[in-house]
């Protein structure tokens, strides 16, 4: 049974920065998709990162780019997003998800759709002005 667990949430001054991980079990010789979402409140899950196993590829939502970094730790089976010059709309609860899937993990990394069959619980991101 595949399970991602999330940490690294917390509270923060705008301007600061925060490094969220996501632990994600392995699952055989799979290369999956794991991906960083955010649910603000009211509104739908958007797609903030993406980390491509197969082909090393990254992905991010355009809010992101520049100042949101997403990497891997193969060893430890963690995927990082780094957040850096944090604003007071980036508060939201942080989802990791995962495509084990060979046939699917690319597809799903380069869609951005949140259509993914693995979610972890969330960690809750506030930024103060």
């Known amino acids: 049974q595949v399970y991602l667990e999330e940490s690294g949430g917390g509270s923060v001054q705008s301007g600061g920065s925060l490094r969220l991980s996501c632990l994600y079990s392995p699952l055989g010789y799979t290369t999956p998709c794991v991906a960083w979402f955010r649910q603000l409140l009211g509104q739908e899950r958007e797609m903030v990162a993406s980390?491509?196993?197969?082909?090393?590829?990254?992905y991010y939502g355009d809010f992101a780019k520049g100042r949101f970094t997403i990497s891997r730790d193969t060893a430890k089976n963690i995927v990082y997003l780094q957040m850096t010059s944090l604003k007071p709309e980036d508060s939201a609860i942080y989802y990791c998800?995962?495509?084990?899937?060979?046939?699917?993990?690319?597809?799903?990394?380069?869609?951005?759709?949140?259509?993914?069959?693995?979610w972890g619980q969330g960690t809750q991101v506030t930024v103060s002005s």
């Open positions: 980390f491509s196993s197969a082909d090393g590829k990254t």
């Open positions: 998800a995962a495509e084990y899937s060979a046939w699917y993990s690319q597809q799903r990394c380069a869609s951005g759709e949140s259509d993914f069959p693995t």
